[in-house]
């Protein structure tokens, strides 16, 4: 239970995965991250650096830049995310429609369906 509330907020997983690569500016998190908007990645990057998941360092260049990168806590949480992957893969590819292939190109694909789909029963 307290693994699930380490890993609860929108964009939560995404950003220790991200962060498992190694130290990542705000800038790079967003980019990584395109849909999430700097005031949700500022704050999820504050719950986690609180939950000490994340630890922020200012990194002395002219102008000051910050870093993040996973604690030792953090990295604990790794297996977990790969196994949310893992069952979200698994997930993606039980629920994508079958489709004989034939060595023939999109054509050949579709009378295939065609076919498949004129001798079924009518219901």
Request: hydrophobic fraction near 40%; glycine fraction near 6%; include cysteine.
């Amino acid at each position: 239970m307290l693994c699930m509330k380490l890993l609860s907020g929108a964009w939560t997983p995404n950003l220790i995965w991200y962060l498992s690569a190694g130290p990542r500016r705000f800038g790079e998190l967003r980019n990584d991250i395109r849909p999430i908007s700097a005031k949700v990645l500022s704050a999820r990057l504050r719950e986690l650096e609180h939950k000490q998941v994340v630890q922020r360092r200012v990194v002395a260049t002219t102008p000051p830049s910050v870093e993040y990168s996973l604690t030792d806590l953090g990295q604990e949480l790794m297996p977990v995310i790969h196994a949310i992957v893992g069952v979200g893969t698994k997930l993606r590819d039980d629920h994508k429609p079958k489709v004989a292939r034939k060595a023939g190109g999109r054509r050949e694909r579709r009378n295939a369906e065609r076919v498949a789909l004129h001798a079924s029963p009518p219901s």
